[in-house]
């Protein structure tokens, strides 16, 4: 510890609500134990290009409320070769960085790694994704939000269903994950989720039709998580539209509206513990690793461990689902 001095926050990947209150946590937290910070912009390509500034405490007020990211964010091809890190790492040595906290998805992660292996730096990363896809945490910065995006959208959805009698396939994100459809389905009282982790096992049309899309109902909800696996929303729609004509279908794609909005308590706390813990890790001479919490409890995941490993679904909630939308 008595090494770092100075440490560098970026935000990186997929922006997320709740990002800017993990950014608001570690610069005050460092600050509240005498570290210098600054703050990257553009991602892993502000740390190349040198777009680095240092960040006050002030720098981060009345930011806890803001969806998106104040450092902005990025996907940075440089950053992927040799000479793109090497850049990196003398602009780090420039601005007298000694540590980094990575904000970001499993992408971003991977490149804290690679930046710590090839450089023997400090890097800490932190969960932020609406994916929900890393292990090692219960839920990551932003999924809660984009959450109760989702049901607002689908509320909404719900009454024009209800009015025209339609089939409604709502297709929302995950990249390949699907933690935001099953959940989202739950919350939202849907007929069905389609999601990639049991795509090889059943032909989710094909039960939801024969269990979920009964005859006391006439009208009907089914979340599609996005993913090539799936084939995502309007594959399903062209299926029924060909092996069950007689339905009425429809097709919403919710897009980016989920990866915006305030954030909730829930992930503006969440970002606030792991914001607070990045620095407490760098202070215990912890490195490369994410924080998380499971069970409540801050727990310290090896980067292999957190981008290699896939988080279950948990399938005790696939049946809630469908015990419930009978
Ligand atoms: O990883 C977050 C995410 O929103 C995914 O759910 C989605 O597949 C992807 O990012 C979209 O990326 P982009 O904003 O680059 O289109």
Do not use: W
């Amino acid at each position: 510890m008595a090494t770092i001095k100075c440490i560098g926050i970026l935000t990186s990947g997929g922006d997320a609500p709740g990002m800017n209150a993990a950014i608001r946590a570690v610069t005050r937290a460092a600050i509240y134990n005498g570290l210098q910070v600054k703050g990257i912009y553009r991602g892993y390509k502000g740390l190349v290009t040198g777009e680095i500034k240092e960040f006050k405490s002030q720098d981060v007020s009345n930011i806890i409320q803001l969806g998106g990211t104040i450092l902005k964010t990025a996907r940075c091809k440089e950053f992927t070769i040799p000479e793109g890190r090497k850049q990196a790492y003398e602009n780090m040595q420039k601005e007298g960085i000694d540590a980094l906290v990575v904000i970001g998805g499993d992408g971003s992660l991977t490149g804290a790694r690679i930046l710590a292996q090839e450089f023997d730096i400090p890097c800490i990363g932190l969960p932020g994704t609406i994916d929900n896809d890393l292990y090692g945490t219960d839920t990551t910065i932003g999924y809660d939000t984009a959450l109760n995006t989702i049901l607002e959208a689908v509320d909404k959805i719900r009454d024009t269903a209800t009015s025209h009698e339609r089939l409604f396939f709502v297709e929302v994100m995950g990249r390949d994950a699907g933690f935001l459809a099953l959940n989202g389905a739950i919350a939202s009282g849907a007929e069905a989720a389609i999601i990639p982790e049991i795509s090889t096992e059943v032909d989710q049309l094909e039960e939801f039709i024969k269990n979920g899309f009964r005859k006391s109902k006439n009208s009907s909800i089914v979340l599609v998580a996005e993913s090539e696996i799936t084939g995502g929303a309007m594959h399903y729609a062209e299926r029924v539209k060909n092996e069950y004509p007689q339905y009425d279908v429809r097709v919403t794609i919710l897009g980016h509206v989920q990866r915006g909005g305030s954030p909730t308590a829930h992930d503006r706390i969440l970002a606030s513990r792991l914001g607070t813990a990045a620095i407490e890790a760098l202070m215990e001479d912890q490195r490369n690793v994410m924080i998380g919490i499971e069970h409540d409890e801050i727990v310290y995941v090896p980067f292999s461990k957190a981008i290699k490993n896939d988080k279950p679904i948990k399938r005790d909630l696939i049946s809630v689902l469908k015990k419930l939308s009978i």
